[in-house]
């Protein structure tokens, strides 16, 4: 008699297996592997334009390759906008190496400045060339992210304890030299967010002496 090859689930031990099952395991096609990489950060969630600035695709491109990811689990939908499933994660690990961002500005961020209303007064907007694609917040992080208008390269700025990290992909120097210029308008507005926290004391102290 011939040996069954069916899988009991009880067999089930790692990530590569739940792949095999669900019949995942296949190379996706390059649209679909644009979107994954777009969604790959940590609990990252992507409005639909937010992906098509990232990637650089049209509207009704990325709405088919979304229905494809959708039918195979890969990806997942919510009031907020569309993230990697748990198979949709483990696949991107191991079909794919992370982009690498160099860091063209690392400056202190007092602890006293109110990281939420920053984070609100940079969120969504566009700066220059640049145009807002996500937020990303882990436990001790936040990552705002935009992509020059044309695609050439990205912007990430971290936030983290007392510290706040301005990256890029770009790599051709003309592109480094254009990632630099752009950033200015963020830089411009993070710290005139930082002198408004450290000044609103100040000013309420200077109010209330004068009102005694």
Do not use: C
């Not at 790959?40 to 600035?53: C, H, Q, V």
Request: hydrophobic share 40%; no cysteine; net charge positive.
């Amino acid at each position: 008699m011939k040996e069954s090859t069916f899988t009991r689930m009880d067999e089930v031990k790692s990530p590569e297996d739940i792949l095999k099952l669900t019949n995942v395991y296949e190379e996706p096609r390059p649209n679909d592997s644009k979107v994954l990489e777009a969604l790959s950060e940590n609990n990252s969630i992507f409005t639909f334009s937010g992906i098509m600035r990232k990637i650089g695709m049209h509207q009704e491109t990325l709405s088919r390759s979304l229905s494809r990811l959708f039918e195979q689990d890969l990806v997942q939908k919510s009031q907020n906008g569309y993230k990697l499933s748990k198979k949709g994660a483990i696949l991107k690990k191991q079909t794919s190496s992370k982009t690498q961002f160099t860091p063209i500005l690392r400056a202190y961020l007092p602890s006293d400045v109110d990281v939420a209303k920053l984070i609100d007064g940079l969120a969504g907007r566009w700066f220059k060339n640049l145009r807002w694609i996500a937020l990303i917040e882990n436990k001790d992080e936040h990552l705002l992210q935009w992509t020059e208008e044309s695609g050439l390269f990205q912007i990430n700025l971290r936030i983290v304890p007392n510290s706040i990290i301005i990256e890029t992909n770009a790599k051709k120097s003309n592109q480094v030299k254009a990632a630099l210029i752009s950033v200015s308008r963020i830089i411009e507005e993070v710290f005139k967010s930082i002198l408004n926290f450290q000044l609103v004391p100040a000013v309420n102290l200077t109010n209330n002496a004068l009102a005694n």
